[in-house]
């Protein structure tokens, strides 16, 4: 009846009339005990997991967020430059169209 005496979660009277069931209540006992446990180890492995969630999160705001909002302020200058060189590269087409023009 030691894995009796080494519950930990309180419910002593609970285990007292498990022990007075005899084997069954000490297999009983013991599975509750275990289960207990593996409750508890559970619940702070999520936790756990829990925090280094929000830890993450954090860290995605704090550096890639701005990282992704100075590459949208690029990528929209980029356009706009990338639009201008079009429309010189237009011109000099038009330009080489009339010279050959009035060339011929």
């Not at 209540?25 to 013991?30: E, H, K, T």
């Not at 201008?84 to 050959?100: A, Q, S």
């Amino acid at each position: 009846m030691m894995i009796l005496a080494a519950s930990s979660d309180g419910g002593d009277q609970l285990l007292t009339g498990l022990g007075q069931l005899g084997v069954a209540g000490a297999i009983l006992a013991l599975f509750l005990t275990f289960g207990n446990q593996v409750l508890k180890r559970e619940r702070e492995r999520a936790d756990a997991n829990a925090a280094e969630v929000n830890r993450l999160n954090l860290s995605i705001q704090e550096k890639y967020i701005p990282s992704m909002i100075s590459a949208q302020e690029a990528l929209g200058e980029s356009n706009k430059v990338m639009g201008e060189m079009k429309d010189l590269v237009d011109d000099l087409r038009v330009e080489l169209k009339v010279k050959k023009r009035g060339a011929g």
